[in-house]
């Protein structure tokens, strides 16, 4: 809208007076976004017309400001017995400022040499090594690269059995107990510790590799195969991302592998002894990719094949582009636990393709994450009261995540100064939860998900293969609901314009406020527990728990839990042939289960707890019951936990 020039007419003057509306919800929405800019927005971002462009990471010591990878070629040999990749990375760069030098983020590498294109030799020397960001290379080109021009330098080098992104298992650390086995972890700052690269999420790059392995294993990538070779003993395995990715994202496994196709696009690998169980229990791989679809963008990776890790892998997932990473522990027979699989496909859009610039603003790529995720399983299993009884449960680990910290702590807001930290020092389920209520309290906001919806697939689609700050965040959804009919007629045209981005964004502790919720699913749950704690085994047995979803299970035993109340023998067997807690094989009521028989006492709660951790690795498991077993009052169970954790 033009301002009017001297001697406008009545009428013109009336018109400016009719859309004065709308320039003061533009204006706000500038003024906020500018004041957002003062607070949040990090050191060494700069802003072009559309976007940040993020010149400078405090988790990094690349100069990024002056080159910027594009692409990056490896050649591994697989050495078992040396704990090692050896080979070399071919990194191609574009120069963004002259220099004559590229600094790039390593921890635990072994570099041998470096060359340019024609074969000269690059001068090596290191930076300071801290414990938090590794040893900066630092690659002396010889000679000024100016900005525009494009070259590539080849690194010689081996990782060493101390790289912090490997995890090599022996044969007895795998299911199948024959053959070793090797799993990479890049998330989050890790990928410097399998080459030298600029370790950075505000950097994408495609890549190629070619991995060499002793017969009979296999090795994959998070990309997609592009063709394999014999070569004596050994296999050699080709795989390209022709996707640009952050560094985090890069993944290698090798092992004894089988695979399975469930999908036109899917195949689940793993060793043979679980590739059968794991067909069956991800056998719905495709509805989930193809509800996120719907609600967002096209599935632009090709391939989404799942990898079932050996049981002693501590995660839960790990989005890897092309071949998620995923616990054995999902493993439940009855496909219980396998909505799990939507917050790794729901990366696919948020995090893989629309990725957080710098850690500092992770929560954009999780609090999205666990949006999509509830709304795919909302679609998928029971509307709004599923989305919402998903909510519901995770203010609950929100609440527990700031107390962990502090309520003033810095790791408890939505932006977070981590420059010079490990973002894994930094990690709590605050970036998941906080960010999805933000969202869905924006979604409220706007008058629903048919306003909220159209928003969050142009957001994807408009940062599709870019890396995105809060910055751009605020900017992009200002500017949508400025628009008119963006919002329901309910509620205020301008509710985003004059938002309160900041308090939301660099508030610590809870969040300002929370929508509200239907809470129908979860009462059914707690109704049943505060019956069982206050009754006993007297309690009513007539509930029809065979129609819960396993959610609301956990939610019912998680209320007994955190009670610390004991329950005597009568009702744990009552419970016990109620929900048929003895037979189950889902990981997560098997666990909340055997707590509650080592809170209350139960001798027979040691063995159940022990097996657990015998099974499998998962970090959400493990620690717990060896803490329940430690300070429990039953006879032998902390010796029982002292063994166990000794035989491993």
């Not at 790794?344 to 957080?356: K, P, Q, Y």
Request: charged share 20%; glycine share 8%; hydrophobic share 40%.
């Amino acid at each position: 809208l033009l301002m009017p020039t001297a001697g406008a007419s009545v009428i013109r003057k009336l018109l400016l007076t009719v859309a004065l509306y709308s320039v003061i919800s533009i204006l706000a929405g500038l003024w906020y976004t500018n004041s957002l800019q003062r607070f949040v927005q990090p050191k060494g971002v700069k802003r072009s017309s559309d976007m940040c462009i993020i010149t400078k990471d405090g988790c990094s010591n690349a100069n990024i400001d002056q080159v910027r990878q594009r692409h990056f070629h490896v050649t591994w040999k697989v050495d078992f017995s040396a704990q090692a990749l050896l080979g070399k990375a071919r990194l191609d760069f574009d120069t963004i400022a002259e220099t004559n030098t590229v600094i790039l983020d390593t921890r635990a590498l072994s570099v041998k040499s470096a060359s340019l294109d024609d074969g000269t030799s690059v001068d090596i020397t290191y930076g300071e090594t801290t414990d938090a960001l590794g040893t900066p290379l630092i690659l002396g080109l010889g000679k000024t690269m100016q900005a525009g021009q494009s070259f590539s330098v080849t690194i010689e080098y081996s990782t060493t059995p101390e790289s912090p992104a490997l995890q090599w298992l022996g044969p007895e650390q795998t299911a199948s107990k024959t053959h070793p086995y090797l799993f990479s972890q890049c998330q989050a700052i890790h990928c410097r510790g399998l080459l030298p690269v600029q370790d950075t999420p505000a950097i994408k790059t495609t890549y190629s590799s070619e991995v060499e392995v002793a017969k009979p294993l296999t090795a994959l990538m998070s990309a997609v195969a592009s063709g394999e070779e014999e070569k004596g003993e050994s296999k050699v395995f080709k795989y390209e991302q022709k996707t640009a990715i952050p560094s985090y994202l890069t993944a290698i496994v090798v092992g004894n592998l089988e695979s399975r196709e469930i999908g036109p696009r899917t195949r689940v690998w793993s060793e043979p002894n679980m590739v059968d169980k794991g067909a069956f229990e991800f056998s719905d791989t495709e509805e989930f990719i193809k509800t996120g679809e719907e609600l967002l963008t096209p599935y632009q990776w090709g391939r989404y094949d799942l990898l079932l890790l050996p049981p002693s892998f501590p995660y839960g997932g790990m989005e890897n582009p092309c071949l998620t990473f995923v616990t054995p522990t999902l493993i439940a027979g009855d496909k219980s636990l396998a909505g799990v699989v939507a917050h790794e496909i729901a990366h696919s859009w948020t995090g893989n393709l629309v990725t957080a610039g710098t850690w500092s603003h992770f929560w954009l790529n999780e609090g999205f994450t666990v949006f999509v995720e509830r709304k795919i399983l909302g679609r998928m299993y029971g509307g709004q009261a599923r989305f919402d009884f998903e909510a519901l449960g995770g203010r609950h680990d929100l609440t527990e995540a700031i107390n962990h910290f502090g309520a003033d702590h810095e790791f408890t807001k939505l932006v977070q100064n981590v420059d010079g930290v490990d973002p894994d020092d930094a990690f709590s389920s605050i970036p998941y939860e906080k960010g999805f209520n933000f969202l869905n309290y924006l979604q409220h906001m706007v008058g629903g998900a048919q306003f909220f919806e159209p928003w969050l697939k142009q957001w994807v689609s408009d940062f599709s293969h870019k890396a995105a700050t809060s910055d751009d965040f605020v900017k992009h959804i200002t500017a949508w609901f400025a628009k008119p009919g963006s919002v329901s007629p309910d509620v205020a045209q301008d509710c985003i314009a004059t938002f309160d981005f900041n308090t939301w964004l660099t508030q610590a502790g809870q969040p300002p406020a929370f929508p509200p919720l239907d809470d129908s699913l979860s009462k059914q749950a707690t109704s049943l527990a505060q019956q069982v704690l206050q009754q006993g085994s007297s309690f009513s047995a007539d509930v029809d728990v065979s129609a819960w979803f396993s959610g609301q299970t956990c939610l019912f035993l998680d209320q007994i839990i955190a009670s610390e109340q004991k329950l005597d023998q009568a009702t744990q067997d009552k419970l016990s042939e109620l929900f048929g807690f003895d037979s189950v094989q889902n990981a997560e009521i098997r666990f909340r289960w055997a707590r509650i028989g080592l809170i209350s006492g139960n001798a027979k709660a040691v063995s159940a707890a022990v097996s657990i951790l015998q099974e499998q690795g998962r970090m959400k498991f493990v620690r717990p019951l060896y803490r329940e077993l430690s300070r429990c009052t039953i006879e032998g169970a902390k010796q029982a936990a002292l063994d166990t954790f000794s035989n491993f």
